[in-house]
T-cell receptor, first 111, second 114 residues
Framework: QKEVEQNSGPLSVPEGAIASLNCTYSDRGSQSFFWYRQYSGKSPELIMFIYSNGDKEDGRFTAQLNKASQYVSLLIRDSQPSDSATYLCAVKEAAGNKLTFGGGTRVLVKP | DADVTQTPRNRITKTGKRIMLECSQTKGHDRMYWYRQDPGLGLQLIYYSFDVKDINKGEISDGYSVSRQAQAKFSLSLESAIPNQTALYFC?????????????FGPGTRLTVL
């Protein structure tokens, strides 16, 4: 069974600091990777996707992908209290076009 | 107006009852999905449909059934609800013709089975 692993947290960061979240996956053939943010009781919202090795930046968010090591990470720069949420990593299977989600990392940004 | 809607948003039912959760979308996407989420856990795929005539089981389909009535509508049924089906249920859609096939989620249905 294909797996996506995340540290459940909580990851506590002071306001203005960088939050670093990691995700590892087992399906070596996976090509597309997604980060979603989910506030408590709400639906997941897409932050960004990445499919090439290296970094992809979007505002205060940077996704990093290393297919050889099978991990994808998310950096949140200048963290704000509104960034306090659970961040879900999702990996698209090489075959079948389905997403497998990690359990999520809870982030707490303290003023 | 929301692109992906789910009804009802909250539902309390009793063990053994049949219940249907509905999902509608105005995004024009061809693919639709049903997930459940238990407290503190990620999303588990129940069923998915890549077009009106295509229905596929996900990782936890036992006890559930689905119907894709039209491209825009995908419903999930619990034939005989049991307490461990208490969870938050999300519908999602994606467009196979657009880039990475990103999934977009509805607001969720909170289901409680007593």
């Amino acid at each position: 069974q294909k797996e996506v692993e995340q540290n459940s947290g909580p990851l506590s960061v002071p306001e203005g600091a960088i939050a670093s979240l990691n995700c590892t996956y087992s399906d070596r053939g996976s090509q597309s990777f997604f980060w979603y943010r989910q506030y408590s009781g709400k639906s997941p919202e897409l932050i960004m996707f990445i499919y090439s090795n290296g970094d992809k930046e979007d505002g205060r968010f940077t996704a990093q992908l290393n297919k050889a090591s099978q991990y994808v990470s998310l950096l949140i720069r200048d963290s704000q209290p509104s960034d306090s949420a659970t961040y879900l990593c999702a990996v698209k299977e090489a075959a079948g076009n389905k997403l497998t989600f990690g359990g999520g990392t809870r982030v707490l940004v303290k003023p | 107006d929301a692109d992906v809607t789910q009804t009802p948003r909250n539902r309390i039912t009793k063990t053994g009852k049949r219940i249907m959760l509905e999902c509608s979308q105005t995004k024009g996407h061809d693919r639709m999905y049903w997930y459940r989420q238990d407290p503190g856990l990620g999303l588990q795929l129940i069923y998915y449909s890549f077009d009106v005539k295509d229905i596929n089981k996900g990782e936890i389909s036992d006890g559930y059934s689905v119907s894709r009535q039209a491209q825009a509508k995908f419903s999930l049924s619990l034939e005989s609800a049991i307490p461990n089906q208490t969870a938050l249920y999300f519908c999602a859609t994606s467009d196979s013709g657009l880039g990475p096939d990103t999934q977009y989620f509805g607001p969720g249905t909170r289901l409680t089975v007593l």
